[in-house]
C-alpha cells in the first residue's frame, strides 16, 4: 500500500505540483488549504508525512506545527516545510512561543524554501518515509 | 471586548507596513493575530476583445503582494505574532466581509478612500459599504495620505464622539478595553444647531449642562479603569465640531458609533459617520451598535 502524504498550502498552483510530483513517485496524497483544516486531516487521516506551508489563512504553518510537536498523539508526525517564509524566521518565531510560555519543539526535519525542483521535493519525500 | 485579531486591507498604494507597525501597541489590548488581504480588482485582470482572461497579469499582481506579505508576515512571524494572508481576485467589499467571516477577526483596517489621478485606491462608497456590512469596528486609517493627521501611536489619545446611541455606549465599552494602549481619552458631544433655536439662553445652558453631566458620567467610567479621561461639549454641525475638537484636542484619532440605529438589520450608516470616515484627516474608528 502507498504511503500517504498530506500537502497543506493554501496556493492551488503549489498544491497542484506537489500532488503531481507525489503521485509521479508513487505516493497517494491528501490536500488541506490551511493549518486548521490540515490539523482536522491529520487527526482524522494519519498521513506518513506533512508537507506545511507556513503562511496560511486561519492558522499558519508555524502553529500547527506547533501543535503537532507539542501533542503527545501526534508528535510522531513527520513533517517537511515548505515556504516562502525563512527557516531562520521560523525558527525564531517558534523560539518567540516557546518563549511566551510554549513548550519547546524540535527543528524540522527538513526545511524547503520555495520554490523547489520536482526533483529535490521527491528527494526530500523519499529521504524521510522511503 | 478584546482586539486579539486585526484584518488588514491594503492596496500597497495607500496602507504600508509601517502603518500596521504603528497599530501594534495593541498587543497591550491582547492583539495576537494580523491577517493581511490584498484585493486585486477583477478590471485589471478581466477578459478584454482579443485578449481572454489575463492569467499571467493575475499571477503578476498575485505575486507582487505574496512577496510583500512574506517580507511583513516574517517580521511579525518574528515577534512570536500568528499571521495570515489572503490574495483574491474579485469585489472589494465581498472579499472583505468573506474574510471577517472566515476568519472571525475583531477589527478592519482599511485605507482612506481617494480618487488618485491614476487610479481609484478605494471608493468612498466602498469604505461606506464595508462598515454598513461588517458587524465589527472598522478602522479608517489614512496614514500615508498627505492630508492626513497620524500619530506612531493612534490609539493614544482618541477622541470619542456620543450621541447616545447604542453604538456610541458599545464604544465605551470598547475603548475601556484597550487600557493600557489609551493615554488619555478626550469625550465629548455636540449640541446640534437646531437645539441652540431657543427664545431664551438658559435652555441653551440646560441642554450643555446635561450633556456635560452625562459626558462626566462616561469620564467617571474609564477613570475607574485607569484611563485619564476629559468631557468636552460642542456646539454645531456635529462633522465640523468633531473634527475640531480632535484638532484642540490633539487627538490621534475619531471613534464613533457607525449607527444612530440601535438595530442590526437593514441597518443605515450615520450621515457623521460616513462623512468622517471619508472626509477627516484624522483616523477614523467606527463602531457597529451590535445586536442590541
Known sequence: M????????????????????????????LTARNGEEGLKKIKEEKPDLVILDVLMPKQSGIRLYRELKTDKALESTRVIILSGI????????????????????????????????????????????? | MKI????????????????????????????????????????????????????????????????????????????????????????????VISACEKEGVDLVVIGRPRQGKLEQIYS??????????????V???????????????????PLLAMDGSPASLLSVKYLKGLKGVISEIHVMNVIEEKSLKSASGMTVQKARKEARSRLEAICDEFEGEGISAKPHVYAGKPVVEIEKAARECQCTLIVLGSSAKGSWKERFIGSTPEALSVKSIYPTLLIPPGDA
Not at chain 1, 16 to 28: D, K
Not at chain 1, 89 to 115: D, N, W
Not at chain 2, 61 to 72: L, S
Not at chain 2, 127 to 137: L, M, S
Request: hydrophobic share 40%; glycine share 6%.
Open chain 1, 2 to 29: 502507498s504511503k500517504k502524504v498530506l500537502v497543506v498550502d493554501d496556493d492551488p498552483d503549489v498544491i497542484t505540483f506537489n500532488v503531481s510530483v507525489l503521485e509521479e513517485n508513487g505516493y497517494s496524497t
Open chain 2, 124 to 137: 468612498g462608497s466602498d469604505v461606506t459599504e464595508i462598515i454598513r456590512r461588517a458587524n465589527i469596528p
Open chain 2, 4 to 95: 486579539e485579531k486585526l484584518l488588514f486591507v491594503t492596496k500597497f498604494e495607500e496602507l504600508w507596513f509601517d502603518a500596521l507597525q504603528s497599530l501594534l501597541d495593541l498587543r497591550m489590548a491582547g492583539l495576537n493575530h494580523v491577517v493581511f488581504l490584498n484585493v486585486i480588482e477583477r478590471e485589471k485582470v478581466a477578459m478584454h476583445r482579443g485578449t481572454g482572461y489575463r492569467k499571467e497579469e493575475e499571477v503578476k499582481f498575485k505575486e507582487m503582494a505574496n512577496i510583500r506579505f512574506i517580507d511583513w508576515a516574517e517580521h511579525l512571524f518574528e515577534q512570536g505574532m500568528e499571521v495570515g494572508a489572503y490574495i483574491t481576485v474579485g469585489n472589494l467589499v465581498h472579499q
Open chain 2, 139 to 157: 478602522l479608517v486609517y489614512k496614514y500615508l495620505h498627505p492630508d492626513a493627521q497620524h500619530s506612531e501611536r493612534p490609539f493614544e489619545r
Open chain 1, 86 to 130: 525563512a527557516k531562520k524566521t521560523f525558527l525564531r518565531s517558534q523560539k518567540a512561543l516557546t518563549e511566551f510560555g510554549g513548550g519547546s519543539v524540535p527543528e524540522p526535519e527538513i526545511y524547503l524554501e520555495k520554490p523547489v525542483e520536482a526533483e529535490e521535493l521527491a528527494q526530500a519525500v523519499k529521504s524521510i518515509i522511503g
